[in-house]
């Protein structure tokens, strides 16, 4: 068992997911979209365009306009979310070193990484139980929810239950051996998991996540980019000039103007 959760269930959860996630996208991509979706006012050029999904995706603007409590915690769970990946990403890289790198001592830059990832689990953690009330008590949010939206915030809170866990006093997790193991799956030459269980049921959960994500509402981070952008690209100009191409990847096919006189091509 420890062998097919160590040595080959990664490689089926990381295969799942690139190709669940690229088949998804593309399909988005490949929908036409047949009228003009922009919402004014739009910015005219691309780096407007950038910024305007940048402040959406950062600040999370349109749902501070509408409803700030939720705001508030969808806010900081995304926000403890991406510290939490990044804190995994750079800390197991650098063994908890990184902040060497802008002149702390090693054992100061241990102390900070270790506080800055117990914080971020407990915020994402409340965060996540807040969300899962708010479901339970809100009525009409409960009117709307269905299965998927609890198993969503379920499998991301066990995530964080059990690796929070982890970081326990009297809770040693030989890291080392850990950036060795997931070092080692990266360059496709796998070994064994370390026999730590804490840590076997926290890897085991992101792998069964990593699997499940892609057939998720998760995935509406993607979404979200393909959304925003179709709501913020320029405008179509009529009549539109011969030879101008479709206004974007989102746009449907050209339909013929029935004045000759005009482009053979009008964008949808």
């Known amino acids: 068992m420890l062998y097919f959760v160590g040595q080959v269930l990664p490689y089926i959860a990381g295969a799942i997911f690139l190709i669940g996630v690229t088949y998804r996208v593309a ?38 306009k509408n409803d700030k409590n939720l705001w508030l915690w969808a806010w900081l769970l995304h926000v403890s979310l991406a510290m939490v990946i990044g804190g995994h990403i750079v800390g ?10 802008i002149g702390l001592s090693s054992s100061a830059s241990q102390a900070t990484s270790a506080f800055l990832g117990t914080v971020s689990g407990i915020i994402l953690m409340v965060a996540l139980i807040v969300l899962f009330y708010r479901r339970l008590a809100n009525p009409e949010v409960k009117k709307l929810s269905d299965p998927a939206d609890y198993i969503d915030l379920l ?28 070092g080692n799956l990266l360059t496709l030459s796998p070994t064994p998991i370390p026999n730590d269980p804490i840590f076997i049921a926290h890897f085991t959960t992101v792998m069964l996540f ?33 030879g101008t191409p479709l206004r974007s990847d989102f746009a449907g096919t050209k339909q013929p103007v029935a004045d000759s006189g005009q482009a053979k091509g009008v964008q949808a």
């Open 27 to 64: 399909g988005w991509l490949k929908v036409p979209v047949p009228f003009q979706l922009t919402l004014f006012p739009a910015p005219t050029d691309g780096a407007g365009r950038v910024a305007a999904v940048g402040t959406e995706l950062l600040l999370f603007k349109s749902l501070y």
């Open 92 to 101: 197991i890289y650098f063994l908890m070193n990184q902040f060497t790198l």
């Open 155 to 182: 499998f991301v809170l066990v995530i964080a239950l059990t690796g929070n866990h982890m970081r326990l006093p009297g809770v040693h997790v030989d890291l080392p051996a850990v950036k060795a193991f997931i």
């Open 210 to 242: 990593m699997i499940y994500f892609p057939f998720s509402k998760m995935l509406h981070f993607a979404g979200f980019l393909v959304n925003r952008a179709m709501l913020v690209e320029a405008a179509p100009v009529y009549p539109t000039p011969a």
